[in-house]
């Protein structure tokens, strides 16, 4: 992967590890695979080398900014903190609360499992659909 084009690795580097410590996040195999990433991919991140174009989004989500923030910041903009995304151009928020779409994805879940877990005791699919839209809620997609 060539430099040629100018983006600010450094930068990145600098802004992205002062976020993780902001965060209290580790550096390690279970969080970057949290993320969609292996460990050595954030590494690079953090120390200003270039990884592939698709995996910064993932960044963005273990740092829990806006998708875009990492290539933002990799052309001199600012990251955007996923809480101050209503304040980012282009940026629409959700008029559905946070609350209402983490109780309908926990009821979809639910009935999922339900059709499919046949046999699985009721507080199983509960404690199992309540971690899935955990993980969903972590990952930002809902």
């Known amino acids: 992967m060539s430099r040629a084009d100018n983006r600010d690795y450094e930068r990145l580097a600098t802004i992205a590890r002062r976020r993780r410590a902001e965060l209290g996040i580790a550096l390690n195999d279970a969080n970057a695979k949290a993320g969609g990433l292996s460990n050595r991919t954030w590494q690079r991140v953090e120390k200003g080398l270039e990884i592939r174009e698709t995996n910064y989004v993932k960044v963005d989500g273990l740092l829990k900014w806006a998708p875009g923030s990492c290539l933002g910041v990799l052309e001199g903009g600012e990251p955007v903190p996923v809480e101050d995304v209503s304040g980012a ?46 993980d969903l809620r972590e990952r930002g997609l809902i």
């Open 89 to 134: 151009p282009g940026v629409q928020k959700s008029p559905v609360p946070q609350e209402v779409v983490d109780k309908e994805a926990l009821n979809t879940v639910q009935l999922a499992l339900i059709a499919t877990a046949k046999g699985t005791p009721a507080e199983e699919i509960r404690e199992m659909s309540e971690r899935v839209v955990r």
